[in-house]
Antibody
């Protein structure tokens, strides 16, 4: 069974930083592109970032480009999102999702971790 | 960037009725493979329903079907079950960007 478990969310002041993690299990992590998708309170889904199998390609939404950095550690089956210069607009639930590469859809999602910038 | 517009915003229907949800793209989506649909129940993470515009994801019942190409796509739920009342999102991929529609809420009438 595919499992994606996010952690690292919390309350942070504007201008601050956080690093989110996503521990993956139940599938061949090294064979899957991975992504982050967020959802602001009461709003819809917003794609944030994606990373290729061996980290040679990374992609970012314009709203986070230059502030967020996606990375992965295939030896630990873990996906990361480093978030810097956070603003209130970054307040959201952040979901880790499997997919975003050759498969341009997200076929498994974690339960999310909440980030509040205030 | 391709913008996806979903309609209607809210669909009020009774169990057993047919639901038809629309997703319109601001530009042609180069391949139907790049269009997907998700279901999100209250308080839960989204889950994949349809990929490639018309292929059901693993475990999705056949009352869910997707169709369309180019700029116009449709998700149909043939007979609504109580567990189908949720928010539905379409999503597309193009030029190293992924975008979602704003969602359609299917609520119990």
């Amino acid at each position: 069974e595919v499992q994606l478990l996010e952690s690292g969310g919390g309350l942070v002041q504007p201008g601050g930083s956080l690093r989110l993690s996503c521990a993956a299990s139940g599938f061949a992590f090294t064979n899957s592109a991975m992504s982050w998708v967020r959802q602001a309170p009461g709003k819809g889904l917003e794609w944030v970032s994606s990373i290729s199998l061996v980290s040679d390609s990374t992609y970012y939404a314009d709203s986070v480009k230059g502030r967020f950095t996606i990375s992965r550690d295939n030896s630990k089956n873990t996906l990361y999102l480093r978030m810097d210069r956070l603003t209130a607009d970054d307040t959201a639930i952040y979901y880790c999702a499997k997919g975003g590469g050759v498969k341009p859809h997200f076929d498994n999602w974690g339960r999310g971790t909440r980030v509040t910038v205030s | 960037e391709i913008v996806l517009t979903q309609s209607p915003g809210t669909l009020s229907l009774s169990p057993g009725e047919r639901a038809t949800l629309s997703c319109r793209a601001s530009q042609n989506i180069s391949s139907s493979y790049y269009l997907a649909w998700y279901q999100q129940k209250a308080g839960q993470a989204p889950s994949l329903l349809i990929y490639g515009a018309s292929s059901r994801a693993t475990g999705i019942p056949d009352r869910f079907s997707g169709s369309g190409s180019g700029t116009d796509f449709t998700l149909t739920i043939s007979r609504l079950e109580p567990e189908d009342f949720a928010v539905y999102y379409c999503q597309q991929y193009g030029r190293s960007r992924w975008t979602f529609g704003q969602g359609t809420k299917v609520e119990i009438k």
